[in-house]
């Protein structure tokens, strides 16, 4: 199978004010950008509309903001991996279906820092996965407003940092990961400097004369915890505070200083443990690297007084993990007038299970619980080798109408997909009745339940 020696990864935080999506995001995805291939969006969202009718809403149906993108993405071959909603704070991984069987061990996880800990209108929400075997995390955090608060949203982040105890015995907390990227809506101010200088030097373009008084800067070279954190240069204006729908900052009455609130950062834990000495050439090749492609801000957006900043990254790997856990293929011609077969083969001690499922997905499917039917791979198996299982699906379950569809392999141990195959065609019956057609959505069967997203208050 052919890996990619460098996955694009692009990433987006914006606090969005309570507000709800804008018309396009084609300039916010970089959608339109001529060469640019993303395997991975990874988007935080900040003030997401957590008022309590909203919120219960979002407990029963995915949020707004999550169908959204959904529905921008989905149609270009992304999947909604995970997701993790904390009042306001939102995070999802999108992610294209080829590289879907190479994620594992998946994990959400969240820290409350509002209210002395008991309240979720700031912290902390994570989702930590194995990307080709290399353990990958991301943070989006809200901290606390205002300038004369810096210490306190260093303490909140390093709180963060240790409540975060993650599953699995390699990387138990955030900092053990392989890479890990921190953004949000980290609110450091502009130290020091008075409204004129700022403004003057922002409609110069001269931002480096603020970058030294820049509170998380200086943060850095002073804080022990946040010295490996990378960051690439602030060469876009600060992205708060400004009028809505405008380019123009705060006018109101509390005419708020900018800011470059809005950031991203990144850590590669092999960088930070190991340091050779002067004239000392590496033992031996660096198994994954960062390289930031584009960091900047998108001035357009004006649904919410910060604009977005998104990040581009080429994750450059060497893989551990090159063969998926199970191959799944469509054997012969399907359609609904007959029922179908599915042949799998599975890596050896594979931690087979009977709550494992096999789903019909459409190619445009927006997250692993948006399949069109589903077997149970020990219910329905008619026949097994040492190297093929076949798998039967009722004719029944077809969709009568056809079109391009893909199987995907959900493992009960992983909790994730472990395999996908390639796109196929299911042919259209010569008769569709509207009994047929209504039968393509089959609301009425038991859903196995899949925990790929998370909500907490």
């Known amino acids: 199978m052919w890996l990619p020696p460098c996955a694009l990864l692009h990433i987006v935080t914006w606090n969005v004010g309570t507000a709800s999506p804008p018309p396009d995001v084609t300039d916010l995805l970089q959608l339109g950008s001529q060469g640019l291939d993303v395997d991975m969006y990874v988007i935080g969202l900040q003030e997401v509309n957590s008022k309590i009718v909203n919120f219960l809403s979002d407990l029963a149906f995915d949020d707004p903001w999550s169908t959204f993108f959904m529905d921008v993405l989905s149609p270009l071959g992304y999947i909604k991996l995970s997701s993790i909603r904390m009042q306001g704070l939102l995070l999802m991984v999108f992610v294209k279906h080829a590289h879907v069987p190479f994620i594992r061990d998946i994990h959400t996880h969240y820290t409350r820092t509002g209210l002395y800990g008991y309240w979720g209108n700031k912290g902390g929400v994570t989702i930590r996965l194995s990307l080709y075997g290399h353990m990958i995390c991301f943070i989006n955090c809200h901290l606390p407003a205002h300038i004369e608060n810096t210490d306190q949203r260093l303490d909140n982040f390093e709180k963060i940092l240790e409540m975060q105890q993650l599953e699995g015995e390699n990387v138990p907390g955030v900092l053990d990961h392989d890479i890990l990227f921190w953004f949000g809506d980290l609110n450091f101010r502009i130290a020091d400097h008075g409204m004129h200088f700022v403004r003057e030097s922002i409609n110069k373009c001269r931002y480096n004369l603020l970058w030294e008084k820049d509170q998380l800067n200086m943060a850095k070279k002073k804080e022990s915890f946040l010295k490996e954190f990378m960051e690439g240069p602030l060469q876009f204006k600060p992205t708060y505070k400004f009028d809505l729908y405008t380019d123009v900052y705060d006018t109101s009455g509390k005419k708020r200083k900018p800011a470059w609130t809005d950031r991203i950062l990144w850590r590669v834990k092999n960088l930070c443990s190991y340091v050779l000495k002067e004239g000392e050439l590496p033992q031996k090749e660096q198994a994954v690297s960062v390289t930031l492609k584009n960091y900047i801000s998108h001035m357009s957006y004006g649904i919410s007084d910060h604009k977005p ?74 026949s097994f080798t040492e190297d093929t299982n076949l798998v039967y699906m009722s004719a029944d379950e077809i969709p009568h109408a056809g079109g391009e569809f893909l199987l995907c392999f959900y493992s009960h141990s992983f909790q994730s997909i472990v395999g996908i195959s390639q796109p196929f065609q299911i042919q259209p019956t010569k008769t569709s009745t509207e009994k047929d057609l209504a039968q393509e959505d089959i609301s009425g069967m038991e859903r196995p339940y899949n925990p790929e997203s998370h909500i907490e208050f």
Request: net charge negative; charged share 20%.
């Open 309 to 382: 900043v998104t990040g581009t990254f080429g994750l450059e790997m060497k893989p551990f993990v090159s063969v998926p856990l199970v191959s799944v293929n469509a054997e012969g011609e399907w359609n609904a007038e007959r029922d179908v077969l599915i042949s799998y083969s599975t890596v050896p001690k594979f931690p087979s299970s009977t709550w494992d499922w096999i789903g019909l997905y459409k190619v445009t499917f927006k997250h692993v619980n948006d399949y069109v039917t589903y077997a149970w791979v020990k219910d329905d198996e008619i």
